[in-house]
Every structure is written in C-alpha cells, then in structure tokens.
C-alpha cells in the first residue's frame, strides 16, 4: 500500500514539475494504435496528476501523419519516430519538443493452444506462411508499419502472390491478433506489445535472422499548441512511473 502511494506522489510530483499546473486543458492527442493499450492505462493517472483532460484520437501513425498534414493541428502526437520527424520537417512540431520514449520489436503470434508454427530461420517462416489458412497483418494499404514491412518481406521471399488469398486485415486501428481468436486468421504478425493486448493470443517468437524489425516510438507538441500541457504529457511518458508500464506490456526503453 505505502509503495502504491508513494509510486502515486511521485506522478504527481513529477506532472506538477513539468506542467507547474497551469490552469487545467483539454489535451488533443494523436496516438498510433501501436502503443494503445499502454496510453489508455496511463491516461487517468496522468489526467488525476495534472487536472488535465485527454481527447484521444486513434489510428495508425500513417493515417495520423497524413491528417496533420493536410491541416489537422493536435497539441499533442504519439506516434513512431519516423513520422515525428517527417512532421518536424513540415513545421508541425513545436520545436525541441520531441521525445523517444518506446520501442518493440515485431513478432508472430497464434491463438492460445494452437500449434506453433516454426518461424526459426526465413526458410522456415516461409514454409511456416504458405502452410497457414490465413495470415493477419495490418493493411499496407493504410500505411501501417507492420503491413508496409511485412509486404516488402512476402516480395522479398517471393510469395506475394500465394499470400494474397490468405492475407487478413483487421479493421483502421483493430489488432492483427484479433482475428486468430475469431478464427480468421491462423496466424499474426504484428509488433510484440500488440500481440500481447489481445486476449487468448501467445507470441511465438520475433521475425526470424535479418527480417528482425524494431518500431521506435516518439511523442511531441503540435506547433501551435497548449504547451505546458501538452509538453507535461510528453514528459510524462518518459517518467519512471511509464516506463514501468511499458516495461509490463512488452516495451523496450525508447
């Protein structure tokens, strides 16, 4: 009990630090789908730390980049490090303001008691996918990282085309392991932490030899936007009392 308070004090020293409660603000923030589990967590312990409110809009980091883009203006961004500076470039980002704070690797899962497939080698992973009924990824389509990454990979093995009849997507913001409990789909591919969210899905392993791919996350204020409070919640991802969280659900430090 005595550490579960003072873990409490600490956020709550630590947002006041940051934040020097300014008067309390509705927050807009853009927040990939890939870190999704983890942000809905956080968020009411941030919002009782700081007096702040969350106004969470999810998709995948793609979509989002695109929307900022086309003159959509958050106070603050969660997406992957790519994107934020691509957006930085753009003159979307308030300057210096920019912070890594995860990253995951990507993996393969199946449903619970289910075979698992051998991925060890890309020999093996190859045989591993043209056996499989289906295959869920996210839609390369919608600029997913996973689904652009994993595409590239189906070409580079040479099994574009026998994939694409056993290719699944979840819907805009949906979890690839969500369809190997629903049956659609025998196995997924998706970054670590994901796979993890969904219930009755078990990681077999990451990508196999030099497929092996690592997404970094990174947040930051959107030029123009409350910035003690949208600077506070980019913080606040980095402080111990977050890391811990994404620590339990999969992540690596950024």
Do not use: C
């Not at 470039?89 to 051998?118: E, H, N, Y």
């Amino acid at each position: 009990m005595l550490g579960t308070l003072g873990r409490g004090a600490a956020v709550v020293a630590f947002v006041y630090a940051q934040a020097t409660f300014a008067s309390a603000a509705e927050i807009k923030v853009y927040s990939t789908v890939g870190v999704k589990g983890v942000v809905e967590e956080l968020a009411p312990k941030f919002e009782q730390a700081s007096g702040h409110k969350l106004n969470l809009t999810w998709s995948t980091a793609a979509l989002l980049t695109q929307r900022v883009q086309a003159g959509e203006a958050p106070d603050a961004l969660i997406l992957i490090k790519d994107n934020i500076e691509t957006l930085r470039k753009d003159g979307k980002i308030a300057p210096g303001t920019d912070s890594l704070f995860a990253k995951s690797i990507f993996a393969v899962g199946v449903k619970a008691g289910a075979r698992k497939p051998d991925i060890s080698t890309v020999d093996a992973f190859k045989a591993s996918l043209l056996a499989a009924k289906g295959v869920s990824y996210s839609d390369p389509a919608s600029g997913g990282a996973s689904g652009v990454y994993i595409a590239k990979q189906f070409e580079r093995m040479g099994i574009s085309e026998p994939m694409k009849g056993k290719s699944k997507h979840p819907p805009a913001g949906g979890f690839a392991g969500s369809l190997l409990v629903n049956g659609e789909a025998e196995l997924a591919i998706n970054s670590k932490p994901e796979l993890l969210s969904v219930a009755g899905v078990e990681v077999v392993g990451p990508l196999p030899d030099d497929m092996a791919f690592t997404v970094v996350y990174a947040a930051a204020v959107g030029a123009g936007a409350k910035q003690a409070a949208a600077n506070a919640l980019v913080k606040f991802l980095t402080s111990p009392e977050a890391q811990a969280v994404f620590k339990a659900k999969g992540y690596d430090p950024g």
